[in-house]
């Protein structure tokens, strides 16, 4: 049934390519088919994985809202990238099976490379652009990206865990579109734009729309090739810890800072003056 | 007043004006641990619950309006201005990390826990009930 489905996903989706729709993977100098987001509405990075487009909501057309469950992976491009993916996600999409190994992949800009302050240490997962929980989808080259382990697990893992338990609960749909942001002819995406829609309750229970930066804190990665170094530090960078709440920075030995719950507590290396940037002020206490 | 509270890994409540998660098998495990207390709740909430459950009661303002030994559901604020009001704390861990933009900032220390349990929902692995006295 899934596999019907997927070829008359195709098939439409070849169709809108034929009709000019485009299935190109998206430049960041224009928004693709059905993007909302703008290079404009999308700011630097600056210390959140993600950060919410538009009001969080998404850009679906009326007609897209189906309840009926399909997945479409646009082709590779001619360097080899991938494009926008969507799927209608309902509970016959989901995985029955373990999943199983994707290593034989290796998408634009792969590169091997690990780092102590890496979690896990490697850098780069080999990331879904449609989540495996979601549609079950293995070694699809179409689906698979050069992704930081950060923008894997810190951005994009929770909206999919959100998705995924949202149509175990419920039996209903979400419409989930994925379009990876790629500048110029760089190997690696600069991030990834996320949007769901949940469909029988028009976007009662699952509702985003939000940019997933592809980077690592503390490495600086070269887009076009996939290349990366260790972040140097200048002399004026130490670490601090964050009251994302309060808007307070502390060193880490102050007591102000062992007492921030861990909601809104956020660890921090860089220097004093990028913290006040952003609005912080220094702890009255360890004056830091 | 015992507050009864959901959360991730981060202490998320609430993400885009939307519940993180929701799970049959906790509606039911929370109306089996009022046994016949009121619950009070928001109406948000209470589209959560269907007809045949027990003595729910709606208000907007249901942290104020909960009474001694009566439980309140919490979805929609964090908790934390209301400590003073709380005779206990039940929480609700989903044992995931979801998106969030409102968290529940309770101090825990400010509690004892009296019970930890774990079960399995009906879309979540493992869920883990934590209640605690003040």
């Known amino acids: ?288 | 007043m015992i507050a009864v509270v959901c959360v991730d890994d981060r202490g998320g409540m609430l993400f885009n004006r939307r519940r993180q998660s929701q799970d049959r098998v906790l509606r039911g495990d929370l109306l089996a641990l009022a046994a016949g207390r009121p619950v009070w709740m928001n109406g948000y909430s209470l589209g959560q619950f269907g007809p045949e459950t027990g003595d729910l009661r709606t208000a907007e303002d249901c942290l104020d309006r909960a009474g001694k030994g009566e439980l309140c559901f919490v979805e929609t604020t964090d908790p934390a201005p209301w400590l003073e009001r709380m005779e206990g704390l039940v929480l609700y861990r989903w044992n995931r990390r979801y998106p969030a933009d409102l968290y529940c900032t309770l101090p825990l220390e400010d509690f004892v826990l009296e019970e930890r349990r774990e079960f399995a929902g009906s879309s979540h692995e493992c869920i883990t009930r934590e209640v605690y006295r003040r």
């Open chain 1, 1 to 288: 049934m899934k596999q019907g489905r997927r070829a008359l996903a195709a098939l439409l989706l070849a169709l809108w390519c034929l009709l000019g729709g485009g299935c190109v993977s998206i430049e960041i100098s224009q928004a693709g088919p059905g993007v909302t987001a703008a290079p404009e509405d999308i700011p630097a990075f600056s210390g959140d994985p993600y950060v919410v487009l538009l009001d969080n909501e998404p850009g679906f057309t009326e007609s897209q809202l189906t309840s009926s469950s399909y997945e479409t992976y646009s082709p590779l491009d001619q360097l080899g990238r991938c494009g926008q993916a969507m799927a209608c996600v309902g509970t016959d999409l989901m995985p029955t099976e373990e999943r199983g190994a994707i290593g034989s992949v290796k998408p634009t800009g792969w590169q091997t490379v690990k780092y102590d302050c890496v979690d896990g240490k490697y850098l780069y997962n080999r990331c879904h652009l449609i989540g495996f929980q979601l549609t079950g989808e293995n070694a699809n080259k179409q689906n698979l990206i050069t992704g930081t382990r950060y923008m894997n697990v810190d951005g994009m893992l929770p909206f999919e865990n959100m998705v995924a338990d949202y149509v175990k609960e419920t039996e209903n749909h979400v419409l989930y579109r994925v379009t990876p942001f790629f500048e110029g002819e760089n190997l690696v995406a600069s991030g990834v734009q996320l949007e769901a829609k949940s469909v029988e309750d028009q976007g009662e229970g699952v509702c985003f729309n939000v940019y997933v930066y592809n980077c690592q804190p503390g490495v600086v990665i070269d887009y076009a090739t996939g290349e990366s170094r260790l972040e140097e530090r200048t002399g004026d960078e130490k670490e601090y810890v964050l009251n994302t709440s309060s808007k307070k920075f502390h060193l880490p030995s102050c007591s102000g800072a062992a007492s921030i719950g861990e909601a809104n507590r956020q660890d921090f290396s860089g220097s004093r003056e990028e913290l006040m940037n952003r609005g912080y002020d220094p702890c009255g206490a360890c004056k830091p």
